[in-house]
């Protein structure tokens, strides 16, 4: 079955912990994006990749790790430098042209 | 900058009524144009794009032309249904090497029976 998959679906994390969201795709696809939503806001990128072992910051990387050690994975941790965490992360993926595609998402909600 | 300005929501529609999502966007060179919608709890959907001007993106009833001369990719639905009710995102590409997306801020839209 292809496609995206983000886990956990929901997490919580008490004030500085470092969390660690799971982006896994069998798309073959080779960039892998970050993206994080905050209600009644457009996705703000955070971090990119577009082959292994190579990643950039996009406009909202402060607080935020990532790594890219196999093209299928691209895990994002959200470190306790990350001011207000609480948000809805999305992972997001393309072939190489310009359409990205989504998985389901994961909600962090900081204790 | 580069940016995508979405007319606010939330939209109340009657079923079967006609929809117009509003969405300008201002760029450099020249952008693919994306609209996603978002049902509760879950990611984005790719709905329909468009890669130049004049072109139209359509899907499940779903229209959008990219108007350059105006800036705008504005969405259409001749007859909205109940399922329709989302959150619908309007979406550059600038089309670099990155393929990064820049997003409006969304819009509601609430289809009553």
């Known amino acids: 079955d292809g496609g995206i998959t983000q886990s956990p679906k929901y997490l919580f994390r008490k004030e500085g912990q470092n969390v660690t969201l799971s982006c896994e795709q069998n798309?073959?696809?080779?960039?892998m994006y970050w993206y994080r939503q905050d209600p009644g806001q457009g996705l703000r990128l955070i971090y990119y990749?577009?082959?292994?072992?190579?990643?950039q910051k996009g406009d909202i990387a402060e607080g935020y790790s990532v790594s890219r050690e196999k093209k299928e994975s691209f895990p994002l941790t959200v470190t306790s430098a990350q001011k207000n965490p609480t948000a809805f992360y999305l992972c997001?993926?393309?072939?190489?042209?310009?359409?990205?595609?989504f998985g389901p998402g994961t909600r962090l909600t900081v204790l | 900058g580069n940016s995508v300005t979405q007319m606010e929501g939330p939209v109340t529609l009657s079923e079967e009524a006609f929809l117009t999502i509003n969405c300008t966007y201002t760029?450099?060179?020249?952008?693919?144009l994306f609209w996603y919608v978002q049902y509760p709890g879950e990611g984005l959907q790719l709905l329909l794009k468009a890669t130049k001007a004049d072109d139209k993106g359509s899907n499940k009833g779903f229209e959008a032309t990219y108007r350059k001369e105006t800036t705008s990719f504005h969405l259409e639905k001749g007859s909205v249904q109940v399922s329709d009710s989302a959150v619908y995102f309007c979406a550059l590409s600038l089309r670099d090497s990155s393929y990064k997306l820049i997003f409006g801020s969304g819009t509601r839209l609430l289809v009553r029976p």
């Open positions: 798309l073959n696809h080779d960039a």
């Open positions: 990749s577009q082959i292994v072992n190579d990643f």
């Open positions: 997001a993926t393309t072939s190489g042209g310009d359409t990205q595609y």
């Open positions: 760029a450099t060179g020249y952008p693919s």
